[in-house]
C-alpha cells in the first residue's frame, strides 16, 4: 500500500470514529431527554404520593447520570476482539466468556434506540481487557486502539496489535500527552489512564479492605474514588441503601477531588473531612498540641468506656409500683439479674438502658397477668415504664448520659478522671487533660496556660456542656463517648485519603462508621504531619478494626517528574518511615533550586515566568507568608485564587504549605523551604509534601540555607 493509499485510510478511519462519537452522544442526548420526560411526568404515572416521590428521586438521579460535558471525550478507548462487528456483545456477560466484536471504552454505558450499545461504561467486565490485556496476555484482543482528543473533539488514535506481540506500554504518545496534560482546577478522573497495578485494585471485591501506600505521584488517590465508582457500578442497590464515604484530610482537597465521580455519573458519593463526620459540638478552642496529642490516643478509648461503665449501679431497694387497686412489687434478686443480664450483652449503654427498662416492666407484666387472667396493652406498657418508681430505678443504676455531659465530666473532675486512667493515664497527662500544671507533687491547681509559655489555649469547661468552648481534640472524645452510647450509621464502603495523619481515636471514628463495610485506605508514611501520624499501616489498620487488609505499595509514578522526585526522596532518610523510594517514569520535568536576594520580588517573577507555559501555577510557602506573597502578586496584577477556590478562572493559587497535601500543579513555586521546616516539629514531612505537588516544573526559591539532606 502506497503512503498516500494509507493516509487516506487512517483519514477515512479517523472520520468513521468522529461519526461514532456523534451518534453516540445523540444517543445519549436521547437517553437523557427520555429520563428527563419521566422524571417531568412521574407523578402522573405512580400509584400513591410515596411511589411518585420515589420515582422522582430515581429519575432525577439518572437525569444527573447521563450529563455529558462536550469538554470531554465520550469514549477514549476501543478494543477490536476479531470476528464480526455486527455480532456485539452487552458487556455484561462473565468475562471468561469468548467475546467477539468490536467495542468503544468510555465514561458511562450508551445504547442506540434498540437498546445495541455504542459506548460500554469503562466498568463493564469486558472493558477490564483495556487495561489489563498486553501482547504476553491479548485477553482475546487483536487490537487496542486509543484516542487523542482536544476539548471533546476527536483528533487521533493510535492502535496496538496484540494480537501480533505490538504493545506501545508506556511508549504510547496518546497515553503519554493524556497523563502529562496541563490542568487547571479540580482533579480528572484518570479512567483513561489506568495502569494494570491500578487496574487491580479498583477492581478488587466489596469485601475487600485495601491500604495502598502510595507515593507522592502513584495516583493512589484517584485509584480510591475509581474504586468508589466502580463498586457503586457493581453492587449499586447495596450501596445505595448503605452508601459510600469519602474521607479527606480538609476542605480544600475535597473540593479538589468532587468533580471526578460526577465525571463518571455517581453523584450519590457522600465526601466530609473526618471533623465533618464527628461534628456534634462546635469547636471554638485551639488545643495546645500536647494535649491534643493525650487526648488522640489510643488510652482514651479505654478510659471513656470505664468513665461509662462507672455509671452502671447496684440495685439497693426492691421497688414498688402502683397500679390502680393493685401494687406490684420486684425484689432486689430480680433486679440485680436484669442489671447483670443486660450489662454482660455488651450493649450501647443508651440501648442497655432501655433494655433494663423493657425488662423490668416485663417482670411487672408477669404479676399483672397473674393476677388479671389477661395481657395488658401497650398503653399499660407505656405507662409502666414512665411510672416513678421505674425511672427513679432508672436513673439510680443506669443513669442517662449525654457524650458532652460525659467529656465534660471527665475532663472538669479530677477524682473521676483518676478512677477512669488509672493505669492508663499518668498522673501528668491526667493533669493535661484537665488544663493544670505538672508538677513534682502531682497535679497542680493551677491552669496551665499563662505558665512556662503555654498558651492560653485548650478547651474552657463552662458550667454545662453547652457553654464550654470545646476543641477539635474534644470533639474526638465526644464522638468515642457517643459510639459507647449508641451505635451510629454506617456505610457499606469508605475511602480514606491522606490516611498517614489520622489518629488512632480518629481512626476509631471511621471504624465506627464502616464496622459492618469495608474501606479503601490511601496515604503516604513519608507525607505523615500530624503529631500523631502514622509509622506503621498495621496500627492505623487495627484501630480501623481491620487488621486483616493487604497493604500494597504503590512506588511508580507517572505524574511527578523523576528530576523532582529524586530532589524530593533525599529527605526520605531523615524522615523515620519505612517506605519505598518513589521512582517516576517521567523525565521532562523541570527543577530550578535558586538563592534570591528578595523572596516575594523572585516569587512575583517566577510566577510571570510559570504563567508563560500552559497549566496551573501552586505558589506555597509557610503559612504565615502567603497573605504577604497573594498581596505581591495582586498588586503586580497577577490574578490569584485559595486552596479552596477550585472554579476560579485564576491559573495561580496561593497555598499555606499546611493546606498543600493530596493537591498537585503543574508549576510550583516553593518559598523559603528553611520557614516551611521551622514552622512545625515534623516540618521536614512537611516539605517532603510541599516538594511532591509539581507535575511539570518545581522552582525552589530560598534566602536562608536549604535543610541539610537538600544542600
Same mark, same amino acid.
Given at each position: 500500500?502506497?503512503?498516500?493509499?494509507?493516509?487516506?485510510?487512517l483519514?477515512d478511519? *479517523?472520520?468513521?470514529?468522529r461519526a +461514532? *462519537?456523534?451518534?453516540?452522544?445523540?444517543?445519549?442526548?436521547?437517553m437523557?431527554?427520555?429520563a428527563?420526560?419521566?422524571f417531568?411526568t412521574?407523578?402522573?404515572?405512580a400509584?400513591?404520593?410515596?411511589?411518585?416521590e420515589q420515582l422522582?428521586r430515581?429519575?432525577?438521579?439518572r437525569?444527573?447520570e447521563?450529563?455529558?460535558?462536550?469538554t470531554t471525550?465520550?469514549?477514549f478507548?476501543?478494543l477490536?476482539f476479531?470476528?464480526?462487528a455486527d455480532?456485539r456483545?452487552?458487556?455484561?456477560?462473565?468475562?471468561?466468556?469468548?467475546?467477539?466484536?468490536?467495542?468503544h471504552?468510555?465514561?458511562?454505558?450508551v445504547t442506540?434506540?434498540a437498546?445495541?450499545?455504542l459506548?460500554l461504561?469503562?466498568?463493564?467486565p469486558?472493558?477490564?481487557s483495556?487495561?489489563?490485556?498486553s501482547?504476553?496476555d491479548?485477553?482475546?484482543?487483536a487490537?487496542?486502539?486509543r484516542f487523542?482528543?482536544s476539548?471533546?473533539?476527536l483528533t487521533?488514535?493510535?492502535?496496538?496489535?496484540?494480537?501480533r506481540?505490538e504493545?506501545?506500554?508506556?511508549?504510547?504518545?496518546?497515553?503519554?500527552?493524556?497523563i502529562?496534560r496541563?490542568?487547571?482546577?479540580?482533579?480528572?478522573?484518570i479512567?483513561?489512564?489506568?495502569?494494570?497495578?491500578?487496574?487491580?485494585?479498583?477492581?478488587?471485591?466489596?469485601?475487600?479492605?485495601?491500604?495502598?501506600?502510595?507515593?507522592?505521584?502513584t495516583?493512589?488517590?484517584?485509584?480510591g *474514588? +475509581?474504586?468508589a465508582?466502580y463498586l457503586?457500578?457493581l453492587?449499586?442497590e447495596?450501596?445505595r441503601?448503605?452508601?459510600?464515604?469519602?474521607?479527606?484530610p480538609n476542605?480544600?482537597f @475535597?473540593?479538589y477531588i468532587?468533580?471526578?465521580l460526577?465525571?463518571?455519573?455517581?453523584v450519590?458519593?457522600a465526601q466530609?473531612?473526618?471533623?465533618?463526620l464527628?461534628?456534634r459540638?462546635p469547636?471554638r478552642?485551639?488545643?495546645?498540641p500536647a494535649?491534643?496529642?493525650?487526648?488522640h490516643?489510643?488510652r482514651?478509648?479505654e478510659?471513656?468506656?470505664?468513665a461509662?461503665?462507672?455509671h452502671?449501679?447496684?440495685p439497693?431497694?426492691?421497688?414498688m409500683?402502683s397500679?390502680?387497686?393493685?401494687r406490684?412489687?420486684?425484689?432486689?434478686?430480680?433486679?440485680?439479674?436484669?442489671?447483670?443480664?443486660?450489662?454482660?450483652?455488651g450493649?450501647?449503654?443508651?440501648?442497655?438502658?432501655?433494655?433494663?427498662r423493657?425488662r423490668?416492666?416485663?417482670?411487672?407484666?408477669?404479676q399483672?397477668?397473674?393476677?388479671?387472667?389477661?395481657?395488658?396493652?401497650?398503653p399499660w406498657?407505656r405507662?409502666?415504664?414512665?411510672?416513678?418508681?421505674?425511672?427513679?430505678?432508672l436513673?439510680?443504676v443506669?443513669?442517662a448520659?449525654?457524650p458532652?455531659?460525659?467529656?465534660?465530666?471527665?475532663?472538669?473532675d479530677?477524682d473521676a478522671?483518676?478512677?477512669?486512667?488509672?493505669g492508663?493515664?499518668t498522673a501528668?497527662?491526667q493533669?493535661?487533660?484537665?488544663?493544670?500544671?505538672?508538677?513534682d507533687?502531682?497535679?497542680?491547681?493551677?491552669p496551665?496556660a499563662?505558665?512556662?509559655g503555654v498558651?492560653?489555649?485548650?478547651t474552657?469547661l463552662g458550667r454545662?456542656?453547652?457553654a464550654?468552648?470545646?476543641?477539635?481534640a474534644?470533639a474526638?472524645?465526644?464522638?468515642?463517648?457517643?459510639g459507647?452510647?449508641?451505635r451510629?450509621?454506617g456505610?457499606?464502603?469508605?475511602v480514606?485519603d491522606?490516611?498517614q495523619?489520622?489518629?488512632?481515636?480518629q481512626?476509631?471514628?471511621?471504624?465506627r462508621?464502616?464496622?459492618?463495610?469495608?474501606?479503601?485506605?490511601?496515604?503516604?508514611?513519608a507525607?505523615?504531619t500530624a503529631?500523631?501520624?502514622a509509622?506503621?499501616?498495621?496500627?492505623?489498620l487495627a484501630?480501623?478494626?481491620?487488621?486483616?487488609? &493487604?497493604? &500494597?505499595?504503590?512506588?511508580?509514578?507517572?505524574? &511527578?517528574?523523576?528530576?523532582?522526585?529524586?530532589?524530593?526522596?533525599? @529527605?526520605?532518610?531523615?524522615l523515620?518511615v519505612?517506605?519505598p523510594?518513589?521512582?517516576s517514569l517521567?523525565h521532562?520535568g523541570?527543577?530550578d533550586?535558586r538563592?534570591?536576594?528578595?523572596?516575594?520580588a523572585a516569587?512575583?517573577?517566577?510566577?510571570?515566568?510559570?504563567?508563560?507555559?500552559d497549566g496551573s501555577?501552586?505558589?506555597?510557602?509557610?503559612?504565615d507568608?502567603?497573605?504577604?506573597?497573594?498581596?505581591?502578586?495582586?498588586?503586580a496584577?497577577?490574578?490569584?485564587?485559595?486552596?479552596d477556590?477550585v472554579e476560579?478562572a485564576?491559573? &495561580?493559587?496561593v497555598v499555606?504549605?499546611?493546606?498543600v497535601?493530596?493537591?498537585?500543579?503543574?508549576?510550583?513555586?516553593?518559598v523559603?523551604p528553611?520557614?516551611?521546616?521551622?514552622?512545625?516539629p515534623?516540618?521536614?514531612?512537611r516539605?517532603?509534601v510541599?516538594?511532591?505537588?509539581?507535575?511539570s516544573?518545581l522552582?525552589?526559591l530560598?534566602?536562608a540555607?536549604?535543610?541539610?539532606? *537538600?544542600?
Amino acid at each position: 500500500m502506497t503512503l498516500h493509499a494509507q493516509a487516506q485510510t487512517l483519514d477515512d478511519e *479517523l472520520g468513521a470514529e468522529r461519526a +461514532h *462519537l456523534d451518534t453516540s452522544r445523540a444517543a445519549l442526548r436521547r437517553m437523557r431527554e427520555r429520563a428527563e420526560a419521566l422524571f417531568a411526568t412521574g407523578d402522573t404515572v405512580a400509584g400513591d404520593a410515596y411511589t411518585a416521590e420515589q420515582l422522582g428521586r430515581h429519575m432525577a438521579r439518572r437525569v444527573a447520570e447521563l450529563a455529558d460535558d462536550p469538554t470531554t471525550p465520550l469514549f477514549f478507548g476501543r478494543l477490536d476482539f476479531g470476528g464480526s462487528a455486527d455480532n456485539r456483545h452487552s458487556g455484561a456477560a462473565d468475562p471468561d466468556d469468548e467475546v467477539v466484536g468490536i467495542y468503544h471504552v468510555g465514561r458511562r454505558h450508551v445504547t442506540d434506540e434498540a437498546g445495541e450499545p455504542l459506548v460500554l461504561d469503562w466498568r463493564a467486565p469486558i472493558s477490564r481487557s483495556f487495561y489489563r490485556a498486553s501482547a504476553r496476555d491479548p485477553q482475546g484482543v487483536a487490537v487496542r486502539r486509543r484516542f487523542g482528543f482536544s476539548s471533546g473533539a476527536l483528533t487521533s488514535f493510535e492502535d496496538e496489535h496484540l494480537d501480533r506481540g505490538e504493545e506501545l506500554g508506556t511508549a504510547s504518545r496518546i497515553l503519554t500527552a493524556e497523563i502529562e496534560r496541563p490542568r487547571v482546577g479540580p482533579m480528572r478522573d484518570i479512567v483513561a489512564t489506568i495502569q494494570p497495578e491500578q487496574d487491580e485494585l479498583v477492581r478488587a471485591d466489596l469485601a475487600d479492605s485495601i491500604c495502598v501506600q502510595g507515593a507522592p505521584g502513584t495516583g493512589k488517590t484517584a485509584v480510591g *474514588l +475509581h474504586r468508589a465508582a466502580y463498586l457503586l457500578y457493581l453492587h449499586r442497590e447495596r450501596l445505595r441503601r448503605s452508601g459510600v464515604l469519602i474521607v479527606g484530610p480538609n476542605r480544600a482537597f @475535597l473540593s479538589y477531588i468532587a468533580a471526578v465521580l460526577p465525571a463518571l455519573g455517581e453523584v450519590e458519593v457522600a465526601q466530609a473531612t473526618v471533623e465533618d463526620l464527628i461534628a456534634r459540638v462546635p469547636v471554638r478552642a485551639v488545643e495546645d498540641p500536647a494535649v491534643a496529642t493525650v487526648k488522640h490516643d489510643a488510652r482514651m478509648a479505654e478510659v471513656l468506656r470505664r468513665a461509662v461503665d462507672a455509671h452502671i449501679g447496684t440495685p439497693t431497694e426492691p421497688i414498688m409500683v402502683s397500679d390502680g387497686s393493685f401494687r406490684w412489687r420486684i425484689g432486689l434478686d430480680p433486679l440485680h439479674r436484669v442489671v447483670e443480664e443486660t450489662r454482660r450483652e455488651g450493649l450501647p449503654y443508651a440501648t442497655g438502658r432501655e433494655r433494663v427498662r423493657a425488662r423490668v416492666v416485663g417482670l411487672l407484666q408477669r404479676q399483672a397477668e397473674a393476677r388479671r387472667a389477661e395481657s395488658p396493652g401497650d398503653p399499660w406498657l407505656r405507662r409502666m415504664g414512665k411510672a416513678k418508681p421505674v425511672t427513679g430505678f432508672l436513673d439510680a443504676v443506669w443513669p442517662a448520659l449525654t457524650p458532652e455531659g460525659l467529656v465534660h465530666t471527665l475532663l472538669g473532675d479530677p477524682d473521676a478522671l483518676a478512677v477512669a486512667a488509672e493505669g492508663l493515664l499518668t498522673a501528668d497527662e491526667q493533669a493535661l487533660l484537665q488544663g493544670r500544671r505538672p508538677d513534682d507533687d502531682g497535679a497542680s491547681d493551677e491552669p496551665a496556660a499563662g505558665r512556662r509559655g503555654v498558651p492560653a489555649t485548650g478547651t474552657k469547661l463552662g458550667r454545662t456542656p453547652k457553654a464550654t468552648r470545646w476543641t477539635a481534640a474534644d470533639a474526638v472524645l465526644i464522638d468515642e463517648a457517643a459510639g459507647l452510647l449508641e451505635r451510629p450509621a454506617g456505610f457499606g464502603h469508605v475511602v480514606v485519603d491522606e490516611a498517614q495523619d489520622l489518629s488512632p481515636m480518629q481512626c476509631r471514628a471511621i471504624a465506627r462508621r464502616s464496622e459492618h463495610g469495608s474501606i479503601t485506605l490511601l496515604g503516604d508514611l513519608a507525607q505523615g504531619t500530624a503529631p500523631w501520624a502514622a509509622r506503621d499501616w498495621r496500627e492505623s489498620l487495627a484501630h480501623l478494626g481491620k487488621p486483616d487488609a &493487604v497493604v &500494597v505499595p504503590l512506588s511508580i509514578g507517572f505524574r &511527578v517528574p523523576a528530576a523532582v522526585v529524586a530532589f524530593a526522596n533525599r @529527605l526520605l532518610p531523615v524522615l523515620a518511615v519505612d517506605v519505598p523510594p518513589a521512582q517516576s517514569l517521567r523525565h521532562d520535568g523541570t527543577l530550578d533550586v535558586r538563592t534570591v536576594e528578595d523572596l516575594v520580588a523572585a516569587a512575583v517573577a517566577e510566577v510571570r515566568a510559570a504563567l508563560a507555559h500552559d497549566g496551573s501555577v501552586g505558589v506555597i510557602a509557610a503559612d504565615d507568608t502567603v497573605d504577604r506573597l497573594r498581596a505581591a502578586l495582586h498588586a503586580a496584577g497577577v490574578e490569584t485564587a485559595t486552596a479552596d477556590e477550585v472554579e476560579t478562572a485564576a491559573r &495561580v493559587t496561593v497555598v499555606p504549605a499546611t493546606l498543600v497535601k493530596g493537591l498537585e500543579y503543574d508549576h510550583v513555586v516553593v518559598v523559603e523551604p528553611a520557614a516551611i521546616v521551622a514552622a512545625e516539629p515534623r516540618g521536614l514531612h512537611r516539605l517532603y509534601v510541599v516538594l511532591t505537588r509539581a507535575v511539570s516544573r518545581l522552582s525552589v526559591l530560598h534566602t536562608a540555607p536549604l535543610p541539610d539532606p *537538600l544542600g
